[in-house]
C-alpha cells in the first residue's frame, strides 16, 4: 500500500463525511439564522428559543434523509471492502 492510496482513501473518508453530516448542518444553519434574525428584531435573547427548534428540525431532517445517509455510508463501506483484496496485493 503506497502513502498515494492510504491519502486517496482518507481524502474519499473526509468526503463522505461531509456530504452525511451536510444536510443536518445545513438545516441547523438556516434554522439558527432565522431565529437569530427573530431575536434581533424582537430584542428576546433567550438561549433556548435557539436550542430547541434547532433540535426539532435536526431530528425532522434525520428522519428524511436519515434513510439516504445510511445507504451513502453502507456503499462506501462496501466500496471500500472490496478494494481490499486490491490494497493488500
Known amino acids: 500500500m503506497t502513502p498515494n492510496t492510504v491519502m486517496e482513501i482518507g481524502r474519499q473518508a473526509v468526503e463522505v463525511t461531509l456530504i452525511i453530516s451536510a444536510p443536518m448542518l445545513l438545516a441547523a444553519l438556516v434554522v ?19 436550542f ?27 466500496r471500500l471492502f472490496e478494494s481490499i483484496p486490491q490494497l493488500i496485493g
Open 32 to 50: 439558527g439564522l432565522v431565529i437569530s434574525i427573530f431575536q434581533a428584531a424582537t430584542q428576546l435573547n433567550e438561549s433556548t428559543l435557539q
Open 52 to 78: 430547541v427548534p434547532k433540535l426539532v428540525v435536526m431530528f425532522l431532517v434525520l428522519l428524511l434523509v436519515g434513510p439516504w445517509m445510511l445507504q451513502y455510508l453502507m456503499d462506501y463501506i462496501q
